[in-house]
């Protein structure tokens, strides 16, 4: 999809994010809200389990961290999967922010204390929340 372009009927595409072995992730517009989101675009029909089984894990997640002030590090799945035109598959998610872990990472020491500070409560991938320190003690 071109900048400007409308996907669906509903999302307006500002820019791709990126792309990786899953999926397409696309920074769109929803028409419905008017709040940035990420469209993360199944590659092919292949990569639809995996699509699947990242949002029941964000599900998951997001009724872990139901009441905890920390959910707002997360992203945040904003649908169920949903069906694009031309037989697409993709996970509605919130947006957030211009930049990536890695890139936050590359800063340096700054940039680590910057996104996680002295102390963080993290989810590693199978969803188990834990404590992480940016710096060792």
Not at 18 to 37: C, F, Y
Not at 57 to 77: G, M, R
Not at 85 to 106: I, K, M, N, V
């Amino acid at each position: 999809p071109k900048m400007g372009e409308q996907l669906a009927g509903r999302f307006n595409m500002v820019k791709q994010l990126g792309t990786g072995s899953t999926a397409l992730g696309l920074l769109v517009e929803d028409a419905e809200t008017s709040e940035k989101r990420v469209l993360k675009v199944a590659r092919d029909e292949s990569k639809v389990p995996e699509l699947e089984h990242e949002a029941k894990s964000l599900a998951e997640l997001a009724v872990k961290l139901t009441d905890s002030p920390q959910k707002k590090h997360f992203v945040e799945l904003m649908e169920p999967v949903l069906r694009l035109p031309f037989d697409r598959t993709a996970l509605l998610l919130s947006f957030g922010g211009e930049f990536t872990l890695a890139d936050q990472l590359q800063m340096g020491p700054l940039g680590r204390r910057a996104i996680l500070g002295p102390r963080r409560t993290v989810a590693d991938p199978a969803g188990r929340i834990g404590e992480h320190r940016a710096d060792p003690p």
